[in-house]
């Protein structure tokens, strides 16, 4: 696993690689791939990238705190355009803050299943086993469910395939990738209802 990366305090031009990705989504089991290179890879999933435009950029060493801005620009080589880029933020906005939304209920139900043991298949049965994981989209595949047999930890494994699907190319997502999005995200009131219930 690549260690924190810190900035010399030595003397002149110093390089560094910023990481324009949102922070990695919790509450999955981490991963390296297979072509890891030892002590330099971040493991996975990652969050989505920030899409381009102004961001501030705030410093702080020695009680002194400096901010400039930073302009995030598309590589020139990608032909996309800001309208599909744009779509395919929005979606993986969408899967990355519907995926953090069902982590809460997932913790709200991790720490009910400690308090009340008598109750814990009622409860697992809405919260399902495991931890999601790092999704192939090569190789793997998400399918539609009756939203009454859904489970959190369900959702929240399609949600990391959407997002990683979405963020694996820089184009227009399809049209049933945006089905999907929307069929996804219209699960999380269900579950927030169904964990209402169970409270």
């Known amino acids: 696993i690549r260690p924190p990366q810190r900035l010399s305090t030595e003397r002149g031009h110093h390089r560094f690689v910023w990481d324009f990705r949102y922070a990695a989504p919790g509450g999955t ?6 072509a890891a290179v030892d002590h330099n890879t971040a493991t996975s999933p990652v969050g989505p990238f920030v899409h381009p435009g102004r ?8 009680g002194v705190t400096m901010e400039r801005w930073l302009d995030v620009r598309m590589d020139p080589r990608v032909v996309v355009s800001d ?36 109750r814990r298949e009622q409860l ?10 790092n999704p192939d989209i090569l190789y793997e595949s998400i399918s ?31 049209s049933q990738a945006e089905a999907a999005v929307r069929r996804l995200t219209a699960m999380v009131p269900l579950l927030e209802q169904r964990w ?4």
């Open 124 to 133: 697992m049965a809405l919260r399902g086993s495991g931890t999601p994981e």
């Open 196 to 199: 209402a219930q169970q409270r």
């Open 144 to 174: 539609a469910a009756d939203p009454n047999d859904e489970t959190v930890v369900g959702v929240q494994q399609k949600l990391l395939f959407m997002l990683n699907l979405l963020q694996a190319a820089d184009a227009r997502p399809t």
């Open 83 to 118: 309208a599909d880029l744009r779509l395919q933020t929005d979606l993986s906005l969408a899967c990355y803050r519907a995926y953090q939304r069902v982590q809460e209920i997932r913790e709200a139900l991790d720490a009910a299943v400690n308090r009340q043991a008598d």
């Open 29 to 34: 089991r981490r991963e390296l791939a297979i």
């Open 55 to 62: 961001y501030t950029v705030r410093l702080t060493a020695d």
